[in-house]
């Protein structure tokens, strides 16, 4: 095959325009609201609760309490779902509106976590030293995320946000990370 040298210019030229749209995009996407975050809510719920089930290996009688810890936390997205929007309409955009949002729903929150806490930290109580570990990464503080370290939030050794793969801020660095 016959090298083209006076083609890669036009190819590189090429890709970066590609990228260049495909990022434009991107960015003119609209973003999902509350509306979408209230109708997934329950689906996402359930996904993370069946991953986390599956991960953490359960004995049957691990298995029984976590059902009633399910239960619990599905029960307690209550005072988070009704503060979810039933006409199809965006919230209001006036900051005293946002504010009077935002303030209900991190009143909903807490009122989530005091639901949910005892069965949690009694669901927890039923797990070996390994699983726990396990644990803190995975189990849902309702109205929150999960623990602190999931998705390479763990502190590193200087007190900053670790990356990694691994969520431990351990192995083979993605190529774009900067070097903390």
Not at 34 to 57: M, S
Not at 133 to 161: E, K, S, T
């Amino acid at each position: 095959m016959k090298p083209y040298p006076h083609l890669i210019p036009a190819a590189v030229l090429a890709v970066t325009l590609a990228a260049a749209i495909g990022a434009a995009h991107a960015d003119s996407m609209p973003r999902p609201g509350p509306a979408a975050f209230c109708a997934d809510q329950d689906a996402r719920l359930a996904a993370h609760l069946a991953y986390t089930e599956t991960k953490l290996g359960l004995t049957p009688a691990q298995t029984e309490e976590f059902r009633r810890l399910s239960e619990t936390l599905k029960a307690a997205q209550a005072p988070l779902k009704a503060l979810c929007p039933t006409d199809g309409q965006p919230p209001a955009t006036a900051l005293p509106a946002r504010l009077d949002r935002q303030q209900k729903m991190i009143e909903a929150q807490g009122e989530a976590v005091r639901r949910s806490a005892p069965a949690l930290l009694k669901f927890y109580q039923t797990l070996t030293p390994a699983q726990q570990a396990l644990a803190d990464d995975l189990l849902v503080i309702p109205g929150g995320h999960p623990g602190p370290h999931f998705g390479g939030h763990r502190p590193g050794p200087d007190g900053r946000p670790g990356p990694g793969p691994d969520r431990r801020g351990e192995g083979p660095q993605p190529p774009n990370c900067a070097d903390r």
